[in-house]
């Protein structure tokens, strides 16, 4: 069954790191390009980093310069790492296709920065 999983989110203070993964079942998902989306409460959800088959990269301007996204494709894996976090980024953070997918949204991870 074709499903993504994500993990890593947390609770840091203001100006911490976190390292967010998504791990994807399914060889579907190993070239297609993907996307890491959050949503805070209240908010739409957006698409805040995209990486293309051929692994290049795009970000939200809130978030770049502090963002990274990268792919392993042979752990099928997505990650997102983010540094200098700001209160602002506090959402759940979801990865999906580009365009996503609705069957395969799945539960997101939690960040939340606060100190």
């Known amino acids: 069954q074709e499903q993504l999983v994500e993990s890593g989110g947390g609770l840091v203070q203001p100006g911490g790191s976190l390292r967010l993964s998504c791990v994807a079942s399914g060889s579907f998902f190993r070239f297609a390009p993907m996307g890491w989306y959050r949503q805070a409460p209240g908010q739409e959800r957006d698409l805040v980093a995209r990486?293309?088959?051929?692994?290049?990269?795009d970000f939200a301007d809130g978030v770049k310069g502090r963002f990274t996204i990268s792919r392993d494709k042979a752990k099928n894996t997505v990650y997102l790492q983010m540094d200098s976090l700001k209160p602002e980024d506090t959402a759940a953070y979801y990865c999906n296709t580009l365009p996503p997918l609705r069957q395969f949204w799945g539960q997101g991870t939690q960040v939340t920065v606060s100190s």
């Open positions: 990486i293309a088959s051929d692994d290049t990269t």
